[in-house]
């Protein structure tokens, strides 16, 4: 059974233009829900990362918009450029439950000139 | 620096042969982890540690065995008992206690000839 699910598998957005990948969850529990960016051959790392407690976080040009009754999530990048292109994984964990991340299978972005 | 360091990058095993990924961290990170990722199917968890010599099963633990005498290194066993091996695995550790960030390794790509 998978704890959060990944849309879409990948993507393909225009430079200047927004990419928008979603993500659902079914453990109320959760309390942490980051997104990570992956290129070929590295580990993962943390791009930003958001508590029940806000809608919306904004980092430069990454914003989390998050929606608790929903128990849904997504990741918003602005003014995407060829070096954004890579793969995306949202993410979950329960700090009371002190679980592990639980990951969402990816998507892989491709920003095109 | 502070980070976790993987070793080595690229490993080939021969079937029926069991081989250890290394895993260090100066991070001073209570609890380590080790995803298993393959193509389209995210990071998938193998096994956790939050303190040392303490470790609990992930969701794809079949195959694989770990230890964890220090708290700066987790290394992960690749037994013979695994069926599909080949893949990218990676190691992360982050604080205990609470849902906060998770470092990551480079990742060791296995290979079976």
């Known amino acids: 059974q998978q704890q959060v699910k990944q849309s879409p598998q990948s993507l393909i957005v225009q430079k200047g233009g927004i990419s928008i990948i979603n993500c659902a969850y079914e453990?109320?529990?959760?309390?942490?829900f980051p997104w990570y960016q992956q290129f070929p051959g590295k580990g993962p790392a943390l791009l930003i990362a958001i508590r029940p407690d806000v809608s919306e976080k904004k980092e430069g040009r990454f914003t989390i918009s998050f929606n608790k009754s929903a128990k849904q999530f997504s990741l918003h990048i602005m003014d995407s450029q060829p070096g954004d292109s890579a793969t995306y994984f949202c993410a979950a964990s329960s700090g009371s439950g002190n679980t592990p991340l639980v990951f969402g299978k990816g998507t892989r972005l491709s920003v095109i000139a | 620096d502070g980070g976790i360091t993987q070793s080595p990058k690229y490993l080939f095993r021969k079937e029926g042969q069991n081989v250890t990924l290394s895993c260090e961290q100066n991070l001073n990170h209570d609890a380590m982890y080790w995803y298993r990722q393959d193509p389209g199917q995210g990071l998938r968890l193998i096994y956790y540690s939050q303190i040392v010599n303490d470790f609990q099963k992930g969701d794809i633990a079949e195959g694989y065995s770990v230890s964890r005498e220090k708290k700066e290194s987790f290394p992960l066993t690749v037994t013979s008992a695994q069926k599909n091996p080949t893949a990218f695995y990676l190691c992360?550790?982050?604080?205990?206690?609470?849902?906060?960030?998770?470092?990551f390794g480079q990742g060791t790509r296995l290979t079976v000839v």
């Open positions: 453990n109320t529990a959760f309390d942490y």
């Open positions: 992360a550790s982050t604080e205990a206690g609470r849902s906060t960030e998770a470092f």
